[in-house]
């Protein structure tokens, strides 16, 4: 089993670099400046460890979209990694697909090829106990997570329907393989923060040894697969996956109670919540910060009702799945990745039945064709919240 980072110190490390564009040189540049401001790669990685880098390889995407990690993050931490001495591969579990033919479609493979790395399919999962976990105490993760003696965690910095952004903590929601994800959806139901302490627990338990986060062009709106670019040009580096997306999330404008896992972080005592107990390198937050980040619209404000009022008020408060009939095309595919199997089509229009919808919002992630939004429920669209 891998060497796991310390727990319970009171600073966090954040380093934040600048970078321009996706230019071979100045992407391993930055990353090495983040990893440097981090005591340097040596301090990650010895020679002979097995080193799994985890980038976001959510669905068969080309480059320019920004659905995934960009190849030349991938191919700067690679090269990093090489230099210390660490045998590295690539791995993770898509949405839809394989692993091998994403980062086919998204030049991962080819920065792979070039580099003589594995891309490895997480399709071989093993029971974990989690004793230490605050709520979540089995897991189900890959093989090849468990066997690596170092996990570098590369996300990318995106919106996403049910958790508002993906980022460092959600990145390690791909260390389940395949369909087993659809089961902690289940289990969450529609409580999104149920669903975020799960994501708490499940990378406290991977423990990504660092996290460098691709926010060089991250994506707004309609993430995580049908958003718009957004330049943000920083190459972001820590070891605590949690203080990264807190400061992650200031720079882009979003509150902390209004960031889940964080929220969620900081109720079960995982990682480094407190901008005051932090440490910025490099860029500080403050230049940082970039104006007109669009979220999605998530609302869920059942929590201001008495017990008794909110599964009567439920479709009229939260936030639903919404339809664009012209982009709509009937492929299904949000019908097959729906884990609670609501969507049908009838008369070539797409049903949904809200009454059982968990709000997952899996459908609006894996539309091929981004005819699925998020949108307020009645009562909130009128109140305007």
């Not at 060089?216 to 820590?238: C, H, R, S, W």
């Not at 109720?267 to 669009?294: A, L, N, R």
Request: charged share 25%.
């Amino acid at each position: 089993m891998r060497k796991t980072r310390k727990r319970g110190e009171k600073t966090a490390r954040i380093s934040l670099q600048r970078c321009g564009g996706y230019d071979s040189e100045k992407v391993f540049k930055a990353v090495k400046k983040a990893i440097d401001d981090l005591g340097g790669i040596d301090r990650f990685v010895k020679k002979g460890d097995r080193v799994l880098l985890k980038p976001n390889l959510l669905v068969s995407s080309r480059v320019d979209k920004h659905v995934t990690t960009h190849p030349e993050v991938v191919r700067a931490t690679l090269k990093l990694v090489k230099k210390a001495g660490g045998k590295p591969s690539i791995g993770d579990s898509p949405a839809l697909g394989s692993a091998v033919k994403v980062a086919a479609k998204c030049g991962i493979a080819d920065v792979a090829r070039e580099e003589g790395v594995e891309v490895i399919n997480f399709n071989r999962p093993i029971d974990i106990d989690n004793p230490a976990g605050a709520q979540f105490k089995k897991f189900k993760i890959d093989e090849a997570i468990r066997d690596a003696d170092v996990v570098i965690n590369l996300p990318k910095l995106k919106t996403h329907g049910q958790m508002t952004l993906t980022m460092s903590v959600k990145n390690m929601f791909g260390s389940i393989p395949g369909t087993r994800k659809t089961q902690w959806h289940l289990s969450a139901g529609t409580d999104r923060m149920h669903f975020a302490r799960m994501l708490v627990d499940l990378c406290h338990k991977v423990s990504p040894q660092v996290t460098i986060m691709d926010a060089i062009v991250g994506m707004q709106g309609n993430g995580p697969q049908n958003g718009d670019a957004k330049k943000i040009g920083l190459v972001m580096a820590a070891e605590d996956p949690v203080a990264l997306d807190v400061v992650a999330s200031e720079i882009v404008g979003l509150r902390r109670d209004k960031m889940l896992t964080t929220v969620a972080a900081e109720e079960m005592g995982i990682g480094c919540t407190d901008p005051e107990d932090m440490s910025i390198g490099g860029e500080s937050v403050e230049d940082c910060k970039i104006g007109g980040f669009v979220f999605p619209m998530v609302v869920d404000i059942m929590s201001l009702f008495p017990w008794f009022l909110r599964n009567p008020l439920r479709d009229w408060l939260t936030s639903r799945p919404v339809v664009d009939r012209q982009k709509c095309e009937l492929c299904m595919v949000c019908a097959n990745s729906c884990p609670a199997r609501v969507i049908t089509a009838k008369n070539d229009k797409l049903q949904f039945d809200l009454k059982q919808c968990i709000r997952c919002f899996c459908c609006q992630e894996m539309c091929p064709q981004g005819a699925i939004t998020v949108g307020a429920g009645p009562l909130a669209k009128a109140l305007r919240l």
